[in-house]
């Protein structure tokens, strides 16, 4: 069973937090994370693009002029591709991109991406996350006091508006809650801040 360290929002060492093997134990799986990573991103598609071919574009119906004899080259229709209000060659249509993954594959690319962040050190955990008010500068303040310079995901075991508006505009810092704790995010991020109440809750889950 690890164990790590558990920080204020100064910095400061509080104390320390046994983590369940079950969860933060995990063997690393790549290409079972590769295949959760891309599931993600195509789920997240919307595939609405659409132009139209020759023969959806309006007009065109007549010979522009005859076959020979014109000195011109030979046109079959005004909405030929090459022509400016023509149909579009291979024209994108709407599509599907999403994919579908087990919920069993999963957890385990998830709990996967989680062992890797505690045993390269990139996971860290602070007793609470408050704000006195929906400010930039306090999380500012967190974020260095914690010497988070790098890409840095803050998991929150419970939605907290002042804190989400407080980390907003900060570039290298976003803020979800454990509820929304996906694989994409895990690995997307240099650095995985969580509370002692999330990791809680992913051990209630997935121990």
Request: glycine share 8%; no cysteine; proline share 2%.
């Given at each position: 069973?690890?164990?790590?360290k558990?920080?204020?929002?100064?910095?400061?060492?509080?104390g320390?937090?046994?983590?369940?093997d079950?969860?933060f134990?995990?063997e690393?799986?790549e290409?079972?994370?590769?295949?959760?990573?891309?599931?993600?991103l195509?789920?997240?598609?919307?595939?609405?693009?659409?132009?139209?071919?020759?023969?959806?574009?309006r007009?065109?119906?007549?010979?522009?002029?005859?076959?020979?004899?014109t000195?011109r080259?030979r046109?079959?229709?005004?909405?030929?591709p090459?022509w400016?209000?023509?149909?579009?060659?291979?024209?994108?249509?709407?599509?599907?991109f999403?994919?579908k993954?087990?919920?069993t594959?999963?957890r385990g690319a998830?709990?996967?991406a989680?062992?890797?962040?505690l045993?390269?050190g990139?996971?860290?955990?602070?007793?609470?996350?408050?704000?006195?008010?929906?400010?930039?500068?306090?999380?500012?303040?967190?974020?260095?006091?914690?010497?988070?310079d790098?890409?840095?995901?803050?998991v929150?075991?419970?939605?907290?508006?002042?804190?989400?508006?407080?980390?907003r505009n900060l570039?290298?810092?976003?803020t979800?809650?454990v509820?929304?704790i996906?694989?994409?995010?895990?690995v997307?991020n240099?650095?995985?801040?969580?509370?002692k109440g999330s990791?809680?809750?992913?051990e209630?889950?997935?121990?």
């Amino acid at each position: 069973m690890a164990s790590v360290k558990v920080y204020n929002m100064k910095g400061a060492e509080v104390g320390s937090l046994d983590l369940s093997d079950a969860v933060f134990g995990v063997e690393y799986n790549e290409p079972l994370i590769h295949q959760a990573v891309v599931t993600y991103l195509a789920n997240g598609r919307q595939g609405t693009k659409s132009t139209l071919t020759r023969t959806e574009v309006r007009g065109g119906g007549a010979k522009p002029w005859r076959q020979k004899g014109t000195g011109r080259a030979r046109q079959g229709s005004i909405r030929a591709p090459q022509w400016t209000k023509g149909g579009v060659v291979f024209a994108p249509k709407s599509r599907d991109f999403s994919k579908k993954m087990n919920a069993t594959a999963k957890r385990g690319a998830l709990l996967s991406a989680l062992s890797k962040k505690l045993a390269d050190g990139e996971l860290l955990v602070v007793d609470e996350l408050s704000v006195s008010a929906p400010k930039t500068k306090e999380m500012e303040a967190f974020r260095k006091a914690l010497k988070l310079d790098k890409r840095t995901v803050v998991v929150m075991d419970e939605q907290n508006a002042d804190v989400i508006l407080a980390a907003r505009n900060l570039e290298k810092l976003s803020t979800i809650s454990v509820s929304e704790i996906n694989t994409y995010e895990i690995v997307a991020n240099a650095i995985v801040v969580m509370t002692k109440g999330s990791v809680k809750k992913i051990e209630e889950v997935y121990a």
